[in-house]
Each structure stands twice: as structure tokens, then as C-alpha cells.
């Protein structure tokens, strides 16, 4: 059983939110994620776990985050 989450965290209150998604794979909760986006408009990253384990990053393009990785390599497979 899968345990998608992420964890919300806006400037100077990290930690802000933390939102189960409805996802059965890597995929779908990146993308779930990614749909928070627009409920969170000042939000500085949200980091996808399987449970314990990191899935990705999204980072707010507009804090002066890169829009897209910078090392492929390293994003999450």
C-alpha cells in the first residue's frame, strides 16, 4: 500500500502544510502535487514522499527557483 503525502512549506513557515494525495504512483503524486500549487500561490517548495521515502520537489519558479532541474541525474526516478 502506498502512502503519498506532501509536505507544503511557504517563507518562513516551513512545515506549513502537510496533504495526503489520492496517488498510486510516483507520477500521479508529482502531479497531485503539482495541482496544490494553485492553493498554495506563496508556497516556497512542496517535497512528495512515499512514506518515508522522497519522490520529488516542486520549487516556486517565482522566489527565483529553477522553473526545471538543474541535474537531471539527480531528480527522482
Same mark, same amino acid.
Given at each position: 500500500m502506498n502512502s503519498y503525502y506532501c509536505i507544503v512549506n511557504t517563507p518562513g513557515v516551513p512545515v506549513r502544510e502537510i496533504a495526503v494525495l489520492s496517488a498510486v504512483d510516483d507520477e500521479t503524486a508529482r502531479a497531485e502535487a503539482a495541482g496544490l500549487t494553485r492553493l498554495w500561490p506563496g508556497y516556497e517548495t512542496i517535497a512528495v514522499y512515499? @512514506?518515508?521515502? *522522497?519522490?520529488? $520537489?516542486?520549487?516556486?519558479?517565482?522566489? @527565483?527557483?529553477? *522553473?526545471?532541474? $538543474?541535474?537531471?541525474?539527480?531528480?527522482a526516478a
Open positions: 512515499d @512514506g518515508e521515502r *522522497p519522490v520529488g $520537489v516542486l520549487a516556486n519558479p517565482s522566489m @527565483g527557483f529553477a *522553473p526545471e532541474p $538543474v541535474f537531471r541525474e539527480f531528480q
